[in-house]
């Protein structure tokens, strides 16, 4: 496994796009880049990672990420709003327990955002996870930035938001009334999330997207120990999206093992 260091790390973040005042949604994947120097715990790897882009983007940037609880839509349990847990994984709970952070309301696709633009991302949201005034809705029409830390920059959110607004036959609409704890209160709230029929065949699709992308060259690439950190324009990703979807609503899945699953 390679190692590389936190110069490393800063100058590949750099050379990918990301700049001062940026508001960024990060998607990480951080294992994949090896073995930080002089870094004991993969879990200290988060923190190091969150203050060298904050020392970036500086005081007037702003950093978000997926704080879904799947479990409150799956299994009916509870969304324990304060709570630093999400099943999104250990750099999103790292973003979560920091004092400053603020998380959107849904109780299973929270958005947690921290700096200068979290609270015009993270409140006043609609009750939907990707209809108009969501997080993501928000973060498009900010002109934000996906960082994608050693995943592939394809496998985000902002894909199912193209696919809502063009209404995709694949996914639908679920109304679910929620058992949501914040402070010392208890309460029970209706939101609705744009899901998929878990019965369908859906394997995602990506080599007409990642054509239009390079076509468009709307990806920066920065390479980093054993992987890549990408960053794109979420507004110029989406649209290439929505272009693709109108034309071909099956442009992001695998079209032939859709219609086989209909059939069984």
Not at 18 to 23: F, V
Not at 129 to 145: A, D, Q, T, V
């Amino acid at each position: 496994m390679k190692t590389y260091t936190v110069n490393d790390l800063r100058k590949s973040i750099k050379k990918a796009g990301i700049k001062k005042d940026d508001t960024v949604f990060i998607f990480p994947e951080t294992y994949k880049f090896g073995i930080l120097e002089n870094i004991k715990f993969h879990s200290n790897v988060y923190e190091i990672f969150f203050k060298v882009i904050r020392e970036i983007i500086g005081p007037k940037g702003t950093i978000c990420i997926q704080s879904y609880t799947f479990d409150t839509l799956r299994f009916n349990k509870k969304f324990y709003y304060d709570k630093p847990e999400s099943t999104s994984g250990g750099f999103s709970n790292y973003i979560l327990s920091l004092k400053k952070t603020i998380r959107s309301n849904h109780p299973a696709f929270s958005v947690a955002s921290i700096g200068y633009k979290s609270k015009f991302i993270s409140q006043n949201n609609s009750f939907h996870n990707y209809g108009y005034n969501s997080p993501l809705e928000k973060f498009i029409r900010l002109n934000g930035k996906i960082l994608s830390l050693g995943s592939d920059y394809v496998k985000n959110p902002f894909n199912h938001v193209a696919e809502y607004l063009v209404g995709v036959p694949f996914y639908f609409n679920k109304y679910k009334n929620f058992q949501i704890i914040k402070g010392n209160k208890k309460r029970k709230q209706e939101f609705t999330s744009f899901v998929r029929y878990l019965d369908l065949d859906l394997v995602g699709e990506f080599k007409k997207l990642k054509k239009e992308i390079k076509k468009h060259k709307i990806v920066k690439s920065a390479k980093l120990g054993e992987s890549y950190v990408h960053c794109t324009n979420a507004k110029k990703y989406f649209d290439i999206c929505l272009n693709l979807l109108t034309k071909d609503q099956f442009s992001l899945i695998n079209k032939n093992k859709y219609l086989r699953s209909l059939k069984d």
